[in-house]
């Protein structure tokens, strides 16, 4: 997600900054892929990139 992030910022000449979210309330979860979708997962679709490379 922050690459994503970086990238859309950079698209759109806005400075994107990491943050420690460690005191999110799921962040251990999402450090540990929680939300991410499974190995068996059908994902369809443009990837970001070509998404994003369609945006004006």
């Known amino acids: 997600m922050a690459e994503a ?3 859309l910022g950079a ?3 806005v400075k994107v900054v990491g943050v420690d ?3 999110m309330p799921d ?3 999402a450090a540990n ?4 979708p499974s190995p068996h997962a059908k994902l369809a679709g443009p990837t970001f990139q070509e998404w994003l ?3 004006p």
């Open 27 to 29: 962040a251990e979860i």
């Open 21 to 23: 979210g460690s005191g």
């Open 5 to 7: 992030a970086q990238l």
């Open 33 to 36: 892929g929680g939300f991410l």
């Open 11 to 13: 698209r759109r000449g």
């Open 53 to 55: 490379d369609t945006q």
